[in-house]
T-cell receptor, first 117, second 115 residues
Framework: DTGVSQDPRHKITKRGQNVTFRCDPI?????LYWYRQTLGQGPEFLTY????????KSRLLSDRFSAERPKGSFSTLEIQRTEQGDSAMYLC???????????????FGPGTRLTVL | AQKITQTQPGMFVQEKEAVTLDCTYD???????LFWYKQPSSGEMIFLIY??????QNATEGRYSLNFQKARKSANLVISASQLGDSAMYFC????????????FGPGTRLSVLP
């Protein structure tokens, strides 16, 4: 399978705990994105990386959230001191980046569903 | 103001019939791209079709076509010959050249295909 993969697919945690999600993009893709999707809504942009550089962060990304892409390949998204409002689907996507031109289609992974009790 | 509007929260269509899902957008940018994604109940977002703001022809991909009306700022998705497997959420998204690389998504339309 050469698509975007995410791990875990489901995570249940108690309020106040830290959680970390992993995303493995399509291998030749330079850009990696994180989105959050709550029930009944479209995905909302959180942050994106061009190789290992984090180039853009949404105001949705509070200081409890941190994302890394240390070697320009896989990425992790960590949420510290989780709150019930963090319950959502966390989607990762990747794209070719500059090589993709303006079309630069984003391809999504299956998501990680987080439930904070 | 909403950047992407999808006015149909839910749609029903008979199998083998065509259906149009509406999408209007708001941008002051001259360069932008419009994308449609399908999200089945499994959760994965599946790319369907792309239309660039400078493309003169409407995009088509198999049973999917995009009815692009630039002056009206609409980019409706047309699915021909609906199949039961088309039942899913459908999201319209936009990327604006001057506003970074992220997509802005609409609220989605839930399509149900009836046998």
């Amino acid at each position: 399978d050469t698509g975007v993969s995410q791990d875990p697919r489901h995570k249940i945690t108690k309020r106040g705990q830290n959680v970390t999600f992993r995303c493995d993009p399509i291998s030749e893709h330079n850009r990696l994105y994180w989105y959050r999707q709550t029930l009944g809504q479209g995905p909302e942009f959180l942050t994106y990386f061009q190789n290992e550089a984090q180039l853009e962060k949404s105001r949705l990304l509070s200081d409890r959230f941190s994302a890394e892409r240390p070697k320009g390949s896989f990425s992790t998204l960590e949420i510290q001191r989780t709150e019930q409002g963090d319950s959502a689907m966390y989607l990762c996507a990747s794209s070719l980046g500059l090589a993709g031109g303006f079309t630069d289609t984003q391809y999504f992974g299956p998501g990680t569903r987080l439930t904070v009790l | 103001a909403q950047k992407i509007t999808q006015t149909q929260p839910g749609m029903f269509v008979q199998e083998k019939e065509a259906v149009t899902l509406d999408c209007t957008y708001d941008t002051s940018d001259q360069s932008y791209g419009l994308f449609w994604y399908k999200q089945p109940s499994s959760g994965e977002m599946i790319f369907l079709i792309y239309q660039g703001s400078y493309d003169e022809q409407n995009a088509t991909e198999g049973r999917y076509s995009l009815n692009f009306q630039k002056a009206r700022k609409s980019a409706n998705l047309v699915i021909s010959a609906s199949q039961l497997g088309d039942s899913a959420m459908y999201f319209c998204a936009m990327r604006e050249w001057n506003y970074g690389q992220n997509f802005v998504f609409g609220p989605g339309t839930r399509l149900s295909v009836l046998p």
